[in-house]
C-alpha cells in the first residue's frame, strides 16, 4: 500500500494502520517518506517502522540526505501475533512520533528530520492484510 499524506506530516497528526497479521510472518514495514516512489534512493525517510517476527523486534531509523542513520530497537514488549488484528497508531508531535499498538504506547522516534511537511507518502507493505488506513 502507498497513500499520500496531504500536506504532509505536521505535529497533532494522527495516522492510523489496522490489519490483520498472516498466520506466518517474517515483516512488517510502514514507511514515511517525502518521495512515494517504491525504491526511492534520494527521498527522504522520517520513519521507517520495520517489524520482525523472527527476533520480535520492531526497528525504528530513518534516511536523510541518502543515508540511514542509527536504528533504534528498545521495546517494552511486542505487541503483534500471527493471525491476529492490530491497530497501530503513528502519532506525530513535536519532538517525536509516539507510536502506539492497540491503544497501548510501543515506542518513541525522535525527529531526526526538521522539514516534517516534507514527510508526503505512507507506505505499508509485508505479510499483513490492510483493513484500514487513515
Known amino acids: 500500500y502507498t ?8 505535529p497533532s ?3 492510523v494502520v489496522m490489519g ?12 514515511l ?3 512515494p ?3 526511492d534512493t ?8 520495520k517489524v520482525n517476527f ?8 530513518a534516511r536523510l540526505a541518502g543515508k540511514w542513520g542509527q536504528a533504534e530497537n528498545t521495546l517494552s514488549f511486542f505487541p503483534f501475533a500471527p493471525g491476529e488484528s492490530f491497530k497501530m497508531e503513528i502519532v506525530c508531535e513535536h519532538q517525536q512520533f509516539r507510536i502506539l499498538v492497540d491503544g497501548q504506547p510501543l515506542c518513541g522516534f525522535t525527529h531526526r528530520l526538521s522539514q516534517l511537511a516534507s514527510l508526503t507518502a505512507l507506505r505499508v507493505f509485508g505479510d499483513l492484510q490492510l ?3 487513515a
Request: glycine share 10%; hydrophobic share 35%.
Open 54 to 61: 523472527m527476533d520480535k523486534a520492531v526497528q525504528r531509523n
Open 131 to 133: 483493513t484500514k488506513v
Open 13 to 15: 497528526m494522527k495516522l
Open 37 to 39: 516512489q517504491e525504491e
Open 20 to 31: 490483520i497479521i498472516n498466520k506466518k510472518p517474517k515483516s512488517i514495514e510502514v514507511i
Open 42 to 49: 534520494e527521498g527522504d525517510v522520517g520513519l521507517q517502522l
Open 33 to 35: 517518506s517525502s518521495a
Open 3 to 10: 497513500g499520500e499524506i496531504k500536506g504532509g506530516m505536521r
